[in-house]
C-alpha cells in the first residue's frame, strides 16, 4: 500500500473552473484499500474577501481516491500538529501550511498568492 493508517496528508482539490471553490484538507489516514482513503482531520476553503484559506473549527470524516487526477496530495510529517494547523503569510508573500511547532510546508509552487 502507497499511502498507510496513520499517515498525515495534505490534499488539494485542483479547481476546474476560476469560479470554483479553492479547497484543501488536512489529515490524519484511518484507513486505506487499493485507491480509497479515508481521513480524519480539516477542511480548508478560500475567503476571496480575506484572501486567505480558512479551517473549519469542526473535525470531519473524508473519503479520497487516489486515482483522481484533480488531486495534489502532500505527505505531512508524523510529527505534524493536526489540531494546530493553519495557513499563514511570510513576509514574500508565500503561503505556507504550518502548525508552528513541527513542520512548514510551503504550497506556492507556480507562484505568489496562488
Known amino acids: 500500500m502507497l499511502i498507510q493508517a496513520g499517515e498525515k496528508v495534505h490534499i488539494i482539490t485542483r479547481r476546474l473552473f476560476e469560479s470554483d471553490l479553492r479547497r484543501h484538507f488536512a489529515g490524519i489516514v484511518i484507513g486505506a484499500d487499493g485507491s480509497t482513503l479515508r481521513l480524519s482531520g480539516f477542511a480548508f476553503v478560500f475567503d476571496d474577501g480575506l484572501n486567505d ?57 507556480f507562484g505568489i498568492n496562488r
Open 53 to 109: 484559506f480558512l479551517r473549519q473549527d469542526d473535525r470531519r470524516e473524508r473519503i479520497f481516491s487516489l486515482t483522481d487526477a484533480g488531486l495534489v496530495i502532500n505527505l505531512l510529517p508524523a510529527s505534524a500538529n493536526l489540531d494546530a494547523i493553519r495557513y499563514i503569510s511570510d513576509d514574500q508573500g508565500r503561503r505556507i501550511l504550518t502548525d508552528e511547532e513541527t513542520f512548514n510546508l510551503n504550497i506556492n509552487e
